[in-house]
């Protein structure tokens, strides 16, 4: 795609076929109940042409394509977005930003031009549908192909729920932990007493960072075309199979292996590279891989997409005869430390010893000039060489790749941060509906270096164009449309400003997205339409949007109820409480609003109410090191409360709460809980207060 761009005579070439034939195409989006997990038959998915994934699209470089896309969904906008493909701004299929939503009822015709080939993907962009089945490949081919294989097979990657990925949203925001219970994944002391791990452990509570994080949502299945295992192809041995992987998933890394000896990959994210060999290759959120495989005996090979967290994957057979299974990475440690982690794709696998032996890691070599950060990998295997986890470190460009060094530069750092616990996900600091704009010229090298400050991976996508990441490759430093930026490492993408327009630049997590993780960006030179300003100022990504939470304690010698409504930085919280002293009941009740400064710190005020006394007053929060909660509040007859909190997680299902209630003119209260937590819901056991022990439950909703 890029050597087409850069020569002049394919340009040329381009125009002398500009009249190419009209392709069209019609996508239908509508309600229907499917089972893909084979655990519950459910209503909430959405289908295109009937199935999930929807229809795989086959086109030839050159065409003028036609796609209507037809909104059957009753009560639900619908869009769809054309990932990795370089076409008009007003074709990119973000709703509100570049094009009409979908209306129900309504039908849209996306009309351009493909002026590349490769493995593409779409989707929608509207609201979690691509969660809900919204996802399908868009294949390219080449005018004269210069690649000989037998057989070409799509290879669509993607997670499933069947629980409304819209709850899904609602879950995180109400506790970033709350499928920890449903994954078995919740960290403690006596696991990390087991692992070995206990001062990684107390590290993670004193640099309050929590553990590596691999994945916020609990699936159901992981699959490949739909299925949780299925026959991709029945071939002989000698035969070529190109395997198109793409990964649809809306928030599950994947690692994936194959029986049968290292993988051929050919291209990444639709370009083709300089071929290497891999044992295991990591795939994000919205990146592509092309694969070669010829059989090499009569045997079924297994294609393995593991789920980076471990929780699962899916399974494809290319062959025939007895079983060869892929090797499998063993399910990531809960107690890794940050450093080891960064390297945690590098890992050694469980099964059958990779046939060669990676390049050893030197650093001494490195490119330090390239900004990749700690993580930038061993010096390139050798051609014969397979890596052990092919990342995009390991990609080389098939031609140089580099801009001329005289080009005008604008350098941008992008620092991707958040709050696991809130689960807010922002970009210097800033959600998207707080800053939505990344403004550029048309003609620069613009250069993004996106510091990734959290323990998850963020595939960082830019639509509309394809950027160098900078790599140990220099001139050859490959290019993509979607880069993983791993935990607490820095990545450099550069692209030529090329393509006016306005073209989100987002996390491909879609809950990091949802929660935002996303940018526009825009050409200083693109005036939209009058229609498209229009729409705008109807965009849901400027919207803050409202969660709730609430909890409700009930036990013996205390109760308490809080309900809080929580926006971006803003909260609103309710509470009453009630604790019995000797025989009397105390009662107590406050509202409060709060605004959030980061993780750590909260400010606000709100009135109190004490044994019948009400009092207005200021109030501020602080989470400190370990994670010890305290809350003060200053009343404006000078009385004083200070709260501090701090939860202890024994084992995966068993924690305490410790609590001490300080209180100008009394008697300060502690409370201590003992209590056994089945599920994120419930939890009940032991409540201690000054006044003696009780017993109840927890039900949080
Ligand atoms: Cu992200």
């Known amino acids: 795609m890029n050597a087409l761009k850069l020569l002049p005579a394919a340009i040329l070439l381009w125009a002398t076929t500009a009249s190419a034939a009209v392709v069209r195409r019609e996508l239908i989006v509508e309600k229907g109940k499917v089972d893909l997990s084979g655990k519950k038959t459910v209503s909430f998915a959405l289908t295109v042409n009937g199935g999930i994934p929807a229809p795989t699209l086959e086109f030839t470089e050159g065409d003028e394509v036609e796609i209507a896309v037809v909104n059957r969904i009753p009560d639900e906008e619908v869009s769809i977005h054309w990932h990795g493909i370089l076409l008009p701004s007003e074709m990119d299929g973000v709703p509100y930003v570049t094009t009409p939503p979908i209306h129900p009822g309504e039908t849209f015709i996306f009309r351009y031009k493909l002026r590349q080939s490769g493995t ?192 699962g994957g899916a399974s494809g057979f290319i062959g025939m005869g007895p079983e060869a299974p892929a090797p499998r990475s063993p399910r990531p440690g809960l107690y890794e430390s940050m450093d080891h982690a960064a390297h945690a794709g590098h890992a050694a696998m469980a099964a059958p010893a990779p046939a060669a032996q990676a390049a050893p890691v030197d650093h001494s070599k490195m490119d330090h000039s390239a900004h990749a950060g700690h993580i930038m990998p061993a010096a390139p295997a050798a051609a014969d060489q397979a890596v052990p986890t092919l990342t995009v470190d390991d990609l080389r460009a098939a031609a140089p790749t580099a801009f001329p060094a005289a080009a005008p530069r604008h350098d941008v750092r992008l620092v991707l941060d958040g709050d696991m616990t809130r689960y807010i996900w922002h970009i210097n600091g800033k959600t998207i509906n707080e800053d939505r704009t990344l403004v550029i010229r048309e003609g620069d090298i ?117 309900l809080r409504a929580s926006q971006t930085w803003d909260e609103y919280e309710a509470r009453y409480e009630t604790v019995r002293r000797d025989t009397a009941w105390d009662h107590e009740g406050e509202a409060l609003y709060r605004r959030r400064f980061g993780r750590f710190l909260a400010l606000g005020g709100g009135l109190l109410v004490d044994d019948g006394e009400a009092s207005a007053g200021a109030t501020a929060g602080y989470i400190f090191p370990m994670f010890v909660e305290a809350r003060a509040f200053v009343d404006h007859r000078g009385g004083l409360r200070l709260d501090v909190e701090k939860r202890i997680q024994w084992t995966r299902r068993v924690f305490s709460d410790l609590e001490v209630n300080f209180r100008k003119n009394r008697t300060t209260d502690f409370k201590a809980t003992l209590m056994y937590q089945p599920n994120w819901a419930w939890a009940f056991g032991f409540v201690g207060t000054q006044d003696g022990p009780g017993a109840g439950l927890r039900y949080q909703f």
């Open 446 to 562: 613009v250069r993004y270096t996106f510091v990734n400050k959290t323990m998850m991976h963020h595939p960082m996508h830019l639509h509309g164009h394809f950027f160098r990441v900078l790599n140990a490759g220099g001139d050859s430093s490959p290019l993509k449309h979607t880069v993983d930026v791993p935990p607490h490492s820095e990545r450099t993408i550069e692209f030529r400003a090329d393509e006016p327009g306005e073209w989100m630049l987002h996390c491909h997590n879609l809950y990091h997205l949802k929660t935002g993780m996303a940018r526009v960006v825009k050409y200083s030179s693109f005036t939209p339409s009058p229609q498209t300003l229009h729409m705008q100022k109807h965009d849901p990504h400027l919207h803050d949007h409202v969660y709730y939470y609430g909890r409700l304690d009930a036990a013996t010698n205390t109760s308490e109820v809080r």
């Open 120 to 311: 593409y993907w779409y989707h929608s962009h509207t609201n979690v549908q691509e969660q809900k089945g919204v996802y399908g490949a868009f294949i390219i081919h080449p005018k004269t192909n210069t690649l000989k294989y037998d057989r070409d097979l799509v290879v669509v990657l993607s997670d499933w729920s069947d629980e409304d990925a819209r709850s899904i949203l609602k879950n995180l925001r109400k506790d970033g932990d709350y499928y920890l219970y449903k994954k078995g994944t919740m960290r403690s002391w006596l696991g990390a007493w087991r692992a070995g791990a206990l001062k990684t452990y107390w590290n993670y509570d004193w640099t309050r960072m929590g553990g590596m994080d691999y994945s916020d949502v609990g699936y159901d299945a992981f699959l490949i075309n739909g299925k949780r295992a299925l026959q991709l192809a029945e071939a002989h041995p000698g035969e070529t199979v190109r395997l198109r992987l793409i990964n649809a998933a809306a928030s599950s890394y994947f690692k994936v292996t194959m029986g049968g000896g290292p993988m051929r990959v050919i291209s990444a994210d639709g370009v083709d590279i300089k071929p290497a060999l891999a044992d295991e290759i990591l795939i994000g959120m919205a990146e592509t891989y092309d694969v070669l495989f010829t059989v090499p005996e009569h045997r079924n090979y297994e294609l393995r997409a593991q789920a980076q967290d471990g929780t």
